[in-house]
């Protein structure tokens, strides 16, 4: 038993050594402005909490929060191997198409979550579907609030650590991606409910192509790998809730998902990190806890995602 305590320990250390010779990989993430309120769309507050994680416990990678959004720097991005993009419609996409496309052309991975990933059809549109494999195209995709119970995970270093799991969030769905799914690997995959295709029709509420396809499963989140090597691309639907980043298994498979894009290895039981506490979560907000809302409502929205499906 000591013997193989002593080997343990030495396999450890010969793994720090190599990490620390090897030049960290550079993630830099772009939060987009306030716009929801308490705890809804927390840009800022999410990227910080993501990025202290990844630079704890990930010795391969540097990330670093530019607060602003896009940097007034331009030379900020320089020598990047991945993007972290969280925003209001798409706004940092759109207002720098150009200089993303160059850095995108060079290689740089990318990651854009939730609402992020609804821009313009178009220019932008088929910008996302070369970067990322996919984005959320207006009249097509839909943004329903719903449970959804992820039964099966495929294997990928994304998923390395996650076990199967079930979390309420604003998952969006029917997503427009590549022809044929070429490059795409679907990461996070459920059934959502008949009730999210009986909405009115809108440009994000429901269409015909949504309601006919009742009983289907959907893809929330996906990998993609751009052809000849150019780059790896993450897409992830779900962080509406700025709380369920306290969801182990979201929580890894995302971190899992950053040190992949930017080329680095992610490791074999993926980004394991303690569950962050109410206060760490509160940290950096864009808007204080209103007097009416106690630290204990916060949890009871936590434990949510613990509870059992209800039985039909």
């Given at each position: 038993m000591l013997t193989r305590s002593i080997s343990?320990?030495?396999?450890?250390?010969?793994?720090?050594?190599?990490?620390?010779?090897?030049?960290?990989r550079k993630i830099a993430m772009l939060p987009g402005p306030p716009s929801h309120g308490f705890g809804?769309?927390?840009?800022?507050?999410?990227?910080?909490?993501?990025?202290?994680?990844?630079?704890?416990?990930?010795?391969?990678?540097?990330?670093?929060?530019?607060?602003?959004?896009?940097?007034?720097?331009?030379?900020?991005?320089d020598g990047v191997s991945a993007i972290v993009i969280d925003c209001d419609g798409g706004s940092i996409i759109r207002q720098h198409l150009g200089e993303l496309d160059a850095l995108m052309k060079k290689g740089v991975g990318l990651a854009v979550l939730h609402y992020a990933t609804c821009v313009p059809k178009g220019k932008h549109g088929d910008a996302m579907l070369r970067w990322i494999g996919g984005y959320f195209?207006?009249?097509?995709?839909?943004?329903p609030t719903w449970m959804a119970d992820f039964k099966k995970l495929p294997e990928h270093p994304i998923t390395r650590g996650v076990r199967p799991f079930r979390i309420r969030d604003e998952w969006y769905y029917h997503m427009r991606f590549v022809p044929d799914m070429k490059g795409v690997t679907p990461i996070l995959t459920a059934v959502p409910p008949d009730s999210t295709r009986k909405r009115p029709d809108g440009p994000y509420s429901n269409n015909p192509t949504v309601r006919s396809r009742m009983g289907m499963p959907e893809h929330v989140a996906w990998a993609y790998e751009r052809p000849d090597g150019g780059g790896r691309g993450f897409g992830y639907?779900?962080?509406h809730f700025h709380w369920n980043w306290a969801h182990d298994d979201v929580r890894t498979l995302v971190l899992n998902a950053?040190?992949?894009?930017?080329?680095?290895?992610?490791?074999?039981?993926?980004?394991?990190?303690?569950?962050?506490?109410?206060?760490e979560l509160e940290a950096n907000l864009d808007t204080p806890r209103p007097p009416g809302v106690s630290?204990?409502?916060i949890q009871r929205f936590i434990d949510d995602f613990k509870r059992p499906p209800r039985r039909k």
């Open positions: 343990l320990c030495i396999a450890a250390f010969a793994l720090t050594a190599v990490a620390a010779d090897v030049p960290k809804c769309h927390e840009h800022k507050a999410g990227l910080m909490l993501l990025a202290r994680l990844l630079n704890d416990n990930v010795p391969t990678v540097q990330a670093t929060v530019i607060p602003e959004g896009w940097p007034k720097n331009p030379k900020a991005l195209e207006t009249h097509w995709s839909v943004n639907t779900g962080n950053l040190v992949w894009i930017a080329g680095a290895e992610v490791p074999p039981g993926g980004v394991r990190t303690k569950t962050p506490t109410i206060a630290a204990q409502a």
